[in-house]
């Protein structure tokens, strides 16, 4: 079953706060996305049905092999967007990452893959 959107969201959130530091915790994806605790701890039940994420007795939070794959897919279709925005058509970069977080989650593959050839044959390098 495809992940919703707000599941993409999640995902790409615990991935880059994973970068910063190897523990994780609900409550710090709470406090990253501004929502409530009771939300967040919603949205990682039902990551963890889906095979996205563990939660470990002490509260951290792992991607799983297909929870980070997705969240690396997201990243890479956030940013690519939010850089052809900013790079290519001279949006202003907030303007640009807030059309690129709603964009992320519909453009189709065929459209996605188009676009990342476009922005490597212009000497692109995507972020990771």
């Known amino acids: 079953m495809p992940l919703h959107e707000s599941g993409e969201d999640y995902l790409e959130t615990i991935y880059l706060l994973m970068k910063e530091s190897p523990f994780v915790r609900s409550v ?3 406090n990253e996305l501004g929502y409530t605790k009771a939300s967040v701890s919603r949205a990682m039940r039902i990551l963890r ?4 994420v563990t939660v470990a007795e002490d509260g951290q939070v792992k991607l799983t092999k297909a929870g980070r794959a997705k969240a690396i897919a997201v990243y890479e279709r956030h940013t690519l967007i939010t850089d052809f925005f900013a790079q290519q058509l001279g949006v202003n970069p907030v303007t640009a990452e807030k059309d690129a977080c709603k964009i992320e ?8 893959l188009r676009l990342r050839a476009f922005m490597i044959e212009r000497g692109y390098e995507p972020r990771n």
């Open 28 to 30: 710090d994806v709470a």
């Open 49 to 52: 049905e889906e095979g996205m």
């Open 105 to 112: 989650h519909v453009i189709s593959e065929e459209t996605f």
